[in-house]
């Protein structure tokens, strides 16, 4: 009960708003009692059809019969031209929803061009069609001055369209005038030079500098540019209804830049002025929003980004710190089962399968004693607790030491190493390049099949000392080249391997320390198979 109510309350208020903006257009008719060139009750219609729906209709046609009742003509002149308006208004807004924007229509330049051409121009049409039909069809226009009637009728309403509609959207969608408030002093001074410029341009009698006030009409234009560019497309609009009632107003009393002619050839003159500022107003104050969209939404995806890359490098460290304190757990009880096993070695049995068991225990401790170290090493060097203690040394020397220490510890006994070593100096840490060496190559052993080739290669090149490392192995998938070096990656496991396989952190080490010395690490491969 309360809905209807207000909903009746409202159809009531849009009547009596409708009926008085009615009765003051047509209070300046000058070519017919029913034609006028200033008519808002067309944009009341738009903004309500737009804003409210079109179930509004029964109010715009009650209000447009009794306006025309009242003033001339018959009931059947007055159903005709009620339908006329009732129809544009439905029309519009039908094309506005349908090729528009709808409600939003200005907001974007390119809507308020299509709100301009639809609804203003095209749909006021029907308006001015059928209520000039209506009235010469039962005699109460001369059928000679229907181009006149016309003319007038459609221009009235299509401002009406272009001035009244905008403002009324605008301010129903959002009635808080943030910028304002945000602005109260040059929100006043905006409204007081605006005032004084409409008096001036539109005023009687001006005259600057011997210029007559028709050669500055243009003047008129500048404080609503201000207001596109400084407040909304809403203030804007509150702007252009002043400055065109100040035009009226001085219109009227025979001043202004268009007066001269009949007084409602002025009015035609005027209004198509004002109609044209306020599509160019509306869209340069629309193209300013847009900017400021914009530059919200890259200010928003900065914030998020920002957020975003925080979240990863608190994860990033929450991860590091894991490994950090996963090393350091593992460590100790590794220790004490190394010599657990080392005393079982004295005391235990003898017999080949003990020896072959304690011989499996302890390589698979070994093993994991290794992994241990590299977690350890990666989350050092991502906390920059490793610090690097370079001297010059021959990579030659270095590379050499370290293939010689892998194959006495047996892990490359299966594959046949080619190491080729000119001299090349390098200033770095021996340890590190140590680790680096056997990273690289224990990555090309665990993925080359048994009597594979692993060749290594150091010679310098320019400024540079270049150690590569290549192998017959079961190559790298394009998918996954990209990311060979990232933590944790690794290639398909192989079940002759599995007993070889790792955690996928050796080559992220190496591409770490690689890039604590000031180097680069690479990787190429011609895909799986090659």
Same mark, same amino acid.
Not at 395 to 405: D, F, I, P
């Given at each position: 009960?309360?809905?209807?109510?207000?909903?009746?309350?409202?159809?009531?208020?849009?009547?009596?708003?409708?009926?008085?903006?009615?009765?003051?257009?047509?209070?300046?008719?000058?070519?017919?009692?029913?034609?006028?060139?200033?008519?808002?009750?067309?944009?009341?219609?738009?903004?309500?059809?737009?804003?409210?729906?079109?179930?509004?209709?029964?109010?715009?046609?009650?209000?447009?019969?009794?306006?025309?009742?009242?003033?001339?003509?018959?009931?059947?002149?007055?159903?005709?031209?009620?339908?006329?308006?009732?129809?544009?208004?439905?029309? @519009?807004?039908?094309?506005?929803?349908?090729?528009?924007? @709808?409600?939003?229509?200005?907001?974007?330049?390119?809507?308020?061009?299509?709100?301009?051409?639809?609804?203003?121009?095209?749909?006021?049409?029907?308006?001015?069609?059928?209520?000039?039909?209506?009235?010469?069809?039962?005699?109460?226009?001369? !059928?000679?001055?229907?181009?006149?009637?016309?003319?007038? !009728?459609?221009?009235?309403?299509?401002?009406?369209?272009?001035?009244?509609?905008?403002?009324?959207?605008?301010?129903?969608?959002?009635?808080?005038?943030?910028?304002?408030?945000?602005?109260?002093?040059?929100?006043?001074?905006?409204?007081?030079?605006?005032?004084?410029?409409?008096?001036?341009?539109?005023?009687? /009698?001006?005259?600057?500098?011997?210029?007559?006030?028709?050669?500055?009409?243009?003047?008129?234009?500048?404080?609503?540019?201000?207001?596109?560019?400084?407040?909304?497309?809403?203030?804007?609009?509150?702007?252009?209804?002043?400055?065109?009632?100040?035009?009226?107003?001085?219109?009227?009393?025979?001043?202004?830049?268009?007066?001269?002619?009949?007084?409602?050839?002025?009015?035609?003159?005027?209004?198509?002025?004002?109609?044209?500022?306020?599509?160019?107003?509306?869209?340069?104050?629309?193209?300013?929003?847009?900017?400021?969209?914009?530059?919200?939404?890259?200010?928003?995806?900065?914030?998020?980004?920002?957020?975003?890359?925080?979240?990863?490098?608190?994860?990033?460290?929450?991860?590091?710190?894991?490994?950090?304190?996963?090393?350091?757990?593992?460590?100790?009880?590794?220790?004490?089962?190394?010599?657990?096993?080392?005393?079982?070695?004295?005391?235990?049995?003898?017999?080949?399968?003990?020896?072959?068991?304690?011989?499996?225990?302890?390589?698979?401790?070994?093993?994991?004693?290794?992994?241990?170290?590299?977690?350890?090493?990666?989350?050092?060097?991502?906390?920059?607790?490793?610090?690097?203690?370079?001297?010059?040394?021959?990579?030659?020397?270095?590379?050499?030491?370290?293939?010689?220490?892998?194959?006495?510890?047996?892990?490359?006994?299966?594959?046949?190493?080619?190491?080729?070593?000119?001299?090349? !100096?390098?200033?770095?840490?021996?340890?590190?390049?140590?680790?680096?060496?056997?990273?690289?190559?224990?990555?090309?052993?665990?993925?080359?099949?048994?009597?594979?080739?692993?060749?290594?290669?150091?010679?310098?090149?320019?400024?540079?000392?270049?150690?590569?490392?290549?192998?017959?192995?079961?190559?790298?998938?394009?998918?996954?080249?990209?990311?060979?070096?990232?933590l944790f990656v690794q290639g398909e496991r192989g079940?002759?391997?599995?007993?070889?396989? @790792?955690?996928?952190?050796?080559?992220?080490?190496?591409?770490?320390?690689?890039?604590l010395h000031g180097g680069r690490v690479e990787a190429?491969?011609? /895909?799986?198979?090659?």
């Amino acid at each position: 009960m309360t809905g209807r109510s207000g909903n009746a309350l409202l159809l009531a208020a849009l009547f009596g708003l409708y009926v008085l903006t009615g009765k003051v257009g047509l209070s300046v008719a000058f070519v017919h009692a029913s034609a006028t060139a200033v008519w808002p009750p067309t944009g009341i219609a738009l903004a309500a059809f737009l804003t409210l729906g079109y179930e509004c209709w029964p109010a715009i046609f009650a209000g447009a019969f009794v306006v025309n009742i009242s003033t001339a003509g018959s009931v059947a002149t007055s159903l005709g031209i009620a339908t006329g308006n009732t129809l544009e208004g439905l029309l @519009g807004a039908y094309l506005v929803n349908r090729f528009g924007a @709808g409600v939003r229509t200005f907001e974007r330049a390119q809507d308020v061009f299509k709100f301009a051409g639809l609804a203003a121009v095209l749909s006021t049409i029907v308006g001015a069609t059928t209520g000039v039909a209506s009235l010469s069809l039962a005699g109460h226009a001369a !059928w000679a001055d229907w181009g006149r009637i016309w003319l007038t !009728w459609w221009l009235g309403d299509m401002t009406g369209a272009l001035i009244v509609a905008p403002l009324l959207i605008l301010w129903i969608q959002n009635p808080r005038p943030d910028l304002v408030r945000r602005r109260p002093l040059e929100a006043a001074c905006l409204c007081l030079v605006t005032i004084l410029v409409g008096l001036a341009v539109f005023g009687e /009698g001006v005259v600057f500098f011997g210029l007559r006030t028709f050669l500055l009409t243009f003047f008129c234009t500048l404080p609503l540019l201000w207001a596109a560019f400084r407040f909304r497309q809403r203030e804007a609009a509150v702007l252009i209804a002043v400055l065109s009632g100040i035009a009226i107003w001085a219109m009227l009393r025979g001043s202004g830049p268009f007066a001269g002619v009949t007084a409602n050839e002025s009015l035609l003159l005027l209004q198509s002025f004002m109609g044209t500022v306020s599509v160019m107003i509306l869209s340069a104050a629309a193209l300013v929003e847009e900017r400021r969209r914009v530059e919200r939404d890259r200010e928003d995806l900065l914030a998020r980004e920002q957020a975003a890359r925080a979240e990863a490098e608190s994860a990033g460290r929450a991860k590091d710190e894991f490994l950090a304190m996963l090393g350091y757990e593992l460590r100790n009880p590794l220790a004490i089962i190394i010599s657990a096993v080392s005393v079982l070695d004295r005391i235990e049995s003898q017999e080949d399968f003990a020896v072959r068991a304690r011989g499996a225990i302890r390589h698979q401790i070994t093993h994991l004693s290794r992994l241990v170290d590299d977690l350890l090493d990666v989350a050092h060097v991502a906390s920059g607790k490793i610090v690097l203690s370079c001297q010059p040394l021959n990579l030659a020397t270095s590379v050499q030491r370290c293939v010689s220490v892998l194959a006495g510890t047996g892990r490359l006994e299966r594959h046949i190493v080619d190491v080729q070593a000119e001299p090349a !100096w390098a200033h770095a840490d021996p340890t590190r390049l140590d680790q680096i060496v056997s990273n690289l190559l224990a990555n090309a052993a665990k993925y080359t099949p048994p009597g594979g080739t692993i060749r290594v290669r150091v010679r310098g090149e320019g400024d540079e000392a270049v150690v590569r490392v290549a192998d017959t192995g079961i190559g790298i998938p394009v998918g996954l080249l990209p990311r060979i070096f990232d933590l944790f990656v690794q290639g398909e496991r192989g079940l002759d391997r599995a007993k070889q396989e @790792g955690l996928g952190v050796g080559l992220t080490l190496v591409r770490r320390l690689v890039g604590l010395h000031g180097g680069r690490v690479e990787a190429s491969s011609d /895909g799986p198979g090659r």
